[in-house]
């Protein structure tokens, strides 16, 4: 069964600092791989989406890298801001059309 | 843009009532999900539905069921609500097919008194 960790499960930064967030899964047979943001007491709102044939995906500052041979995923933030405050979430989808598998997110506080 | 919308945001309900949780998408997607996501534990599915009249049970289907007649409406039954349903349900909808971004509602806090 397919098994998906975020570490850390918090981090807190000073505004402007590059930061990585870490995803690791068990079973490399993945179709894809989701990062998500969410707000405290929100739904989650979609970040990237990378393919299992891709190896990253960027949008704005935002950069996800994705190692499927090693099971990973990283999430780069470029010049954090307080705004980027938020639980960032990963997930990813196995084969056929079977529901994504989260992690359980980290949680990231960037101080002004 | 993508809209998922839940019925309500804030629900307060009693032990045994029959609680309904509406999800309804605009963008004609085919799949359809309920999770539950409570701290420490994360996001959990609850059903899922791949299209209308279809339903799949997640991982914690227990004391729950739903209902997809309509292809851009999803709903969540709780047949005898309890106090450990209390939580942050969140509906999701996507295109079939295994590619496709995931898009979430905003999430209904129902707290069981």
């Known amino acids: 069964k397919q098994e998906v960790t975020q570490i850390p499960a918090a981090l807190s930064v000073p505004e402007g600092e590059n930061l990585v967030l870490n995803c690791s899964f068990t079973?490399?047979?993945?179709?894809?791989l989701q990062w998500f943001r969410q707000d405290p007491g929100k739904g989650l709102t979609s970040l990237l989406l990378?393919?299992?044939?891709?190896r990253e995906q960027t949008s704005g500052r935002l950069n996800a890298s994705l190692d499927k041979s090693s099971g990973r995923s990283t999430l780069y933030i470029a010049a954090s801001q307080p705004g980027d405050s938020a639980t960032y979430l990963c997930?990813?989808?196995?084969?056929?059309?079977?529901?994504?598998?989260f992690g359980k997110g980290t949680r990231l506080s960037v101080i002004a | 843009d993508v809209k998922v919308t839940q019925s309500s945001r804030y629900l307060v309900k009693r032990t045994g009532e029959k609680v309904f949780l509406e999800c309804v998408q605009d963008m004609d997607h085919e799949n359809m999900f309920w999770y539950r996501q409570d701290p420490g534990l994360g996001l959990r599915l609850i059903y899922f539905s791949y299209d209308v009249k279809m339903k799949e049970k997640g991982d914690i289907p227990e004391g729950y069921s739903v209902s997809r007649e309509k292809k851009e409406r999803f709903s969540l039954i709780l047949e005898s609500a309890s106090t450990n349903q209390t939580s942050m349900y969140l509906c999701a909808s996507k295109l079939a097919g295994p590619t496709d971004t995931q898009y979430f509602g905003p999430g209904t806090r129902l707290t069981v008194l």
């Open positions: 997930a990813v989808r196995g084969s056929g059309n079977t529901p994504l598998v």
């Open positions: 079973d490399s047979a993945i179709y894809n």
């Open positions: 990378i393919q299992s044939s891709q």
